[in-house]
Each structure stands twice: as C-alpha cells, then as structure tokens.
C-alpha cells in the first residue's frame, strides 16, 4: 500500500547507486529537496573498498599498503543520521547522511512526482516501516567471530600490516566492524592442522599431572589475541571458550571421533580440566568472559556416521548430572566463578527440549547455566520459535548464536565461493531471522581461512568472510559476508535494546534497536530483485523516505 496521504513531501535519497571513478564506492548523489528537508551523500573519511570481480562475483582487496575501513562521525542532532549502505551491485558500506522530517499537519505528495520532477526513473514499490518503541524485546551483548588454530595458521602467513589491518578490520569500533565477541577452542578443533588435546599422557591421569603449561599452539595464539586488542584499540572483546573433545582417554571409544561419551570416572576430571585452562590462560593476561559445555554433543551421538572430526558425545541428561554436579560446582566454587557457562553448543533442533533433559539429569543442572548455545547449521529445517521457547522456558538465560559458515554439506560448494553476494544474503537472513527471535548475541564461525576453506586436516572445508592468499601472504579478500556482518555488528552495539518495527512488505526485512548512547539503528535489507521506495515513520522523529536498490542491504543511525 502507499505511504499515508498525511506524509507531505519528504526528503528522497536514491540509493541504487553507481561506482566512483576513484574507486569510493559511495553512491551517487541524486537528490529529491522538495518543500521540506534534504538529504546529501557524506564526504566519508572512510578507505573505500578496492574492488576486484571475479566470475562469481566482488570481493574487496586487501594487501600491506591498503585496505578500507569503516569510518563516520555519528548524528548528534535530533533526526540527523547516517546511512551505510551494500548491494550486489558491489556497492560495499556506501554512505549517505540525511535528516527526518516533521510533517503531522502536511499532505503527502507520492514519491513517484518527486522522482518525476528530476529524471525519469522506473517506478518502485512503496514501503512503510513503522516503529514502535512501546515494545521492547532482547538487549545485546554483542557479534564476533571464532579464532580458531586455523585462523591462527593464516594470520602467521600475512605481513605484519597486512595482519594488523586484518585486526582492524574485525575489532576496531572506529574503523573496523566493531567486533567485541570471541570463540576460542579448548585444544583443538576441527580446523586445525591435525587434532588435539591438554593432557594427552599421561594416560588415565585423573589428576591432570601433566597440564602445567599451554601448548605452544596457544602461546602462539595468545600473543596474537593480545596484538589485535592491541592494534584494534578493543581491550574489551569477551573471550566464549568451547572444548570439542578431552584427551582420547578419557573418552569410551579412545579416539577423538567416532560414537563416544565420557567415560564416568572421569566426569570430575574433565571438568577440572575447564578449570585449569581458564587458570593458564588468565596466567598468560587473558580473562574469559564465558566457556560452554562442549561443541555439538549431537555429533558423536547421530552423526558420528558422517562426522570425521574431534567431537565428545553427550546424552542432555547424562550432560545434566556431569554439569550439576562436577562443572557447574566447580566453575562455582573456583576464583573463575563470574565465567558464564553457556550449555547446548549445538544446532536449533535440540531447543528447547536439550535444557529440560538436562535438569532431568540433575535437578541444579540448568541453575548453573547462564546462557544457551545455538548452531546455524540447520535452520533451514527447524522453525527459529524454538528459540522463543526456550526463552520462555528459560528468561533468565541469554541465547547466542555460537556458530554459522556454509559449504559445510554435501549439496553445497566446499570452501569460499569469492564474491558471492547470495551466501552473503544467506548471513543477512540468518542474523535478521535470530535478532527477530530472542538471540542476544551472534558468533560467526573462522575470521579467515584459506582459498580452499582451510587448513583443515577433516577436509570439510567452508566458506568464511575474509579470504587469505595463502601462497603470498600479501593479500586478503573480504567477501560480500564480510560487510553483512558488518551492517550488524558496527551499529548494534553493547546494551542495544530491540524494539518492535513493522514492513508491511515481505521483501523489506527489518529490525530496529535503541542504543545506550540513545541513538536509534535500523537495520533493513531488500531481498527483492527489483527497488523500492522505503518511507520510515518515527513517531519520535518524523519521516525520511529512501530509494532502497534490489539485493541490498542498509545500516541507518540517527539521533
């Protein structure tokens, strides 16, 4: 429908957008100043992208003398804002400023005879997006990313400028993405050069005789978590770490795959182990903000048959009786007893019934539990109510998102697809659809890996927002993923509370939050192929209207 005939001429910014000669991928300036307001693209301090294509689409170009940022001065004046926008179009955090406007005794007059008295353009479909700040939903914590002994692999490959542009790029809040969220493995993963654990022998030590030191490993990835704080000017980033498997003596099947559990005699030591890694690494200056109990216990349980990665086997309510009466006490009754502990680690389909199977285990499981773990892998199967249920199960209990990448199943291409605007709509999707249903914090999967989506001795390579050119070290790409993330992560800061907007088009997808800084961000993509006219009704600052291009996405942030 229309925007309402009580809308008068508001001020139009088109956003379909072309590239600069220069390469600053801001959008051309065509501006709509009709009887009231204007709106006028910024002369930006941000590095623009360099643009590179490739068959499969656009990436942004990295090397030791250059890499763009993402850089703006925030709205200070009532109804200022700033507007950062990307599109399959390679337009990548293009930015724009603009005011709203009052107009509660005006009429309206259709965007399209604003449009017609500058150029002929094709007629777009208006769209309205009311806010509703009277209902509020979720605070955030935060968005990050996992540094896991692959990425650890791939920055040591870089040039010491190319890697602390790469710092910046994820961590800085002035000209980064402003990242403040971290997953880091307990020993090994499956996206390191070969698995792992603390404590490999002795065998049968239930006394961890031998986890004195930290492996050299992460040694190595310590002094580079402590130079990208460093570089990044971000002191603050919460450390999530997550074990996927204990040495293979502690482990029925003694091996780090395969259909296993935790042999009973040594639930206690495992979770002394947690405790003495948490003790090591605050030892080496890095505090963890929260640890969880285990990636994907589901794997060793059903998908041992096809899973050929390091992974520990639970059952919730045997995890129930090991959290309730070994980790949790433990954690509880340690110097680390502020560490949150997240439980679950694994995809939607175990929401919410995992938790109350865990207090069947043990009736204080879930008491000990200040967070609940989510995977994306197979959204696409089970509906993101789930989470909304567990949240009314569990209100007092954050939700995060803990792990998202793609290429990971068989239909799909392996490894990063360079430039390919559709698997970052799959991210825009993910994020919209988790921010809509209860999730206080998303954490995407490796900050870089290589060409192929590794290294990675399981060979399940997956795609990644930055790309490392592993055979010179001198470049890196950021994918189309990159800036998705980024259109979330930069704006919806720490304390960001989310309250109720309404697009009455399907194709517009929106969310909008209150920030601590009382500024207000809107986040909005148009998943559609063709453009529309977005009008947006604040009731406390008026209206701006805005010519939103197909297959974008857009961040605005006003005051």
Not at 117 to 135: A, D, H, L
Not at 136 to 146: D, E, L, R, S, W
Request: proline share 6%.
């Amino acid at each position: 429908m229309p925007p309402p005939s009580s809308c008068r001429s508001t001020p139009t910014l088109n956003l379909i957008g072309a590239l600069d000669s220069l390469l600053r991928l801001a959008l051309f300036s065509t501006i709509a100043s009709v009887v009231i307001g204007s709106s006028y693209f910024d002369r930006v301090a941000s590095l623009p992208c360099a643009l590179r294509q490739y068959p499969t689409g656009s990436v942004c170009v990295c090397n030791v003398t250059y890499c763009d940022t993402l850089e703006f001065e925030d709205p200070t004046e009532p109804g200022e804002f700033v507007l950062v926008s990307s599109a399959s179009n390679g337009t990548r955090f293009g930015q724009a400023r603009g005011r709203f406007v009052q107009a509660e005794n005006a009429t309206f007059l259709p965007a399209v005879m604003l449009r017609s008295k500058q150029r002929m353009v094709r007629s777009t479909r208006p769209v309205s997006v009311e806010i509703n700040r009277g209902r509020k939903y979720q605070q955030i914590v935060g968005f990050g990313g996992a540094f896991t002994g692959a990425v650890s692999y791939n920055l040591g490959l870089l040039k010491p400028e190319l890697r602390d542009s790469m710092y910046r790029s994820y961590y800085s809040k002035k000209v980064g993405i402003g990242y403040s969220l971290m997953r880091i493995p307990i020993g090994g993963s499956d996206f390191d050069l070969k698995p792992w654990a603390y404590n490999e022998s002795p065998m049968d030590d239930k006394l961890l005789l031998n986890f004195t030191v930290l492996d050299k490993r992460d040694q190595v990835r310590i002094e580079q978590i402590k130079e990208l704080m460093q570089v990044a000017d971000n002191h603050e980033i919460k450390l999530m770490g997550t074990a996927w498997s204990p040495p293979r003596w502690m482990k029925s099947n003694n091996d780090w795959s395969g259909s296993n559990r935790l042999k009973p005699q040594y639930y206690q030591t495992w979770a002394d182990y947690h405790i003495k890694y948490l003790q090591l690494m605050k030892d080496a200056g890095l505090d963890y903000w929260a640890i969880s109990t285990g990636n994907e216990p589901m794997n060793a349980v059903i998908g041992f048959l096809f899973i050929r990665f390091m992974s520990l086997g639970w059952i919730a309510a045997n995890q129930g009786k090991w959290v309730g009466e070994n980790l949790g006490p433990a954690l509880r009754n340690s110097e680390f007893k502020n560490v949150k502990l997240f439980a679950g680690d694994d995809q939607r389909y175990t929401f919410p019934w995992w938790f109350s199977q865990m207090d069947q285990g043990h009736p204080n499981a879930t008491q000990y539990v200040d967070g609940l773990a989510v995977h994306w892998y197979w959204d696409g199967v089970t509906p993101p109510e789930l989470l909304d249920q567990a949240l009314n199960l569990y209100p007092d209990k954050l939700i995060f998102n803990t792990e998202a990448s793609l290429g990971d199943k068989p239909f799909q291409t392996h490894g990063p697809i360079l430039g390919s605007w559709a698997r970052a709509e799959s991210y825009i999707t993910s994020i919209m659809q988790d921010l809509q249903h209860s999730v206080h914090g998303w954490i995407d999967w490796n900050l870089m890996l290589n060409e192929i989506g590794g290294p990675n001795y399981a060979n399940n390579y997956v795609e990644t927002a930055v790309v490392v050119n592993a055979t010179s070290g001198e470049e890196v790409y950021k994918q189309p993923i990159f800036y998705a993330l980024g259109h979330f992560s930069r704006f919806i800061t720490e304390g960001s509370v989310r309250f109720e907007v309404k697009s009455d088009y399907s194709g517009i997808v929106v969310v909008g939050f209150e920030r601590p800084d009382n500024r207000t961000v809107l986040v909005f993509y148009n998943k559609k192929s063709s453009s529309c006219e977005l009008t947006i009704h604040d009731p406390e600052r008026g209206l701006t209207q805005l010519e939103v291009p197909p297959k974008s996405v857009h961040s605005i942030l006003y005051a």
